[in-house]
C-alpha cells in the first residue's frame, strides 16, 4: 500500500497575512540586522528597503537572507596585538596570566579573543572595556610579555609549547617561535 502526503492546508488568514504590508515589527528588525550585519559584498550593500512594496512574505526572506551574514567586527578599535601568551603584573604585584587568539579562517576570522588563563583553563574576557585595557597593556611592549610568560609558566610564550632547552626557558620562546617573530 502507497501511503501518499495531503497537500499544506493553507489557511485564507495566512494568505492574507503574508500579502499584507509588512509589520513594523519587522521593519525594525530589518533595519537593526542592516545595521549589526556585515554587507560588505553583498547584495545588501548600500540598499535601502522600499517599505511601500514590502510585505510580510518579502520581509520575512530578506530576515533570513540578513540573518545568514556574519556580524560586523566589533573590536577593530582594540589594539593590535599578535596572537599568543603574555604575562603582565597588576597592581597589587601579582603575575597574570593571557591567551590572545585572533583566527585567521571561518566564522570568526578577524576577531581577537582574550582569555585569562587560571592553570589549564581559560576563562574569556567578555568585557569589552576590561578586554581594551588588558590588550592596551600587553601592546605596550607585547615581545616583553610573551617572553614573561614563557619564563613564568615554562611553555613558549608564541605557540604554547613546553620548552625544554635551558636557553629557550631563559629568553620565554622557543626557537622556532623566535625566528617567526
Known amino acids: 500500500m502507497t501511503r501518499t502526503t495531503a497537500p499544506r ?4 488568514a495566512q494568505i492574507a497575512y503574508d500579502q499584507a504590508p509588512a509589520t513594523e515589527n519587522r521593519k525594525g528588525y530589518i533595519l537593526d ?6 554587507l560588505t559584498g553583498t547584495p545588501f550593500d548600500g540598499w535601502t528597503p522600499d517599505w511601500s512594496r514590502a510585505t510580510n ?3 520575512s526572506q530578506v530576515i533570513t537572507r540578513l540573518k545568514a551574514l556574519p556580524y560586523k567586527r566589533t573590536d577593530s578599535t582594540l589594539p593590535d596585538v599578535p596572537a599568543g601568551h603574555y604575562a603582565l603584573e597588576d597592581a597589587a ?10 583566527p585567521t579562517q571561518g566564522r570568526w576570522a578577524g576577531r581577537t579573543f582574550l582569555s585569562a588563563c587560571a592553570s589549564d583553563e581559560r576563562h574569556p574576557i567578555k568585557n569589552p572595556a576590561s578586554r581594551a585595557a588588558v590588550l592596551a597593556e600587553i601592546a605596550l611592549d607585547p615581545r616583553t610579555a610573551m617572553m614573561r610568560y614563557g619564563q613564568e609558566i615554562g611553555k613558549c610564550g608564541h605557540c604554547g609549547r613546553t620548552l625544554t632547552d635551558a636557553e629557550s626557558r631563559a629568553r620565554g620562546i622557543g626557537p622556532v617561535c ?3 617573530i
Do not use: S
Open 9 to 12: 492546508d493553507t489557511t485564507m
Open 33 to 38: 540586522l542592516l545595521a549589526r550585519r556585515d
Open 57 to 59: 512574505a518579502t520581509a
Open 93 to 102: 604585584g601579582a603575575v597574570k596570566f593571557y591567551e590572545v587568539d585572533r
Open 178 to 180: 623566535m625566528e617567526k
